[in-house]
């Protein structure tokens, strides 16, 4: 049996997918794109939850690569990872640009 492999982008649009995969994320990512950067508590004020919760958020968009942050004793500030974010545009528009409304059948 051949072993196929997912390319390079195929897997890092998986990653960008997932990280986005949560509302509370999205919500994350539309207020940070809206700023040049913000603090952990800026992100909180605007978030239906807790603390904890928000970090865990974060840690799983800064894994991503989607966001990056910065200590800033005693507070971290955030912002969108603008390399990162173009990457993940890309990738999206180029999933999203399959045209297939000319078939007239899924099967």
Not at 57 to 86: F, M, T
Request: hydrophobic share 35%; charged share 25%; aromatic share 8%.
């Amino acid at each position: 049996m051949e072993t196929k492999e997912y390319t390079i982008d195929q897997e890092q649009l998986a990653r960008f997918a997932k990280a986005m995969g949560h509302p509370a994320r999205i919500a994350i990512l539309n207020f940070l794109a809206q700023q040049n950067c913000c603090f952990f508590g800026d992100i909180h004020e605007v978030l239906p939850i807790s603390k904890a919760t928000v970090s865990q958020h974060l840690k799983e968009l800064k894994d991503s690569g989607l966001i990056q942050g910065s200590i800033e004793p005693p507070k971290v500030r955030y912002c969108i990872n603008r390399e990162n974010w173009a990457i993940a545009k890309n990738l999206f528009v180029r999933l999203f640009d399959h045209d297939n409304t000319e078939k007239s059948s899924c099967c």
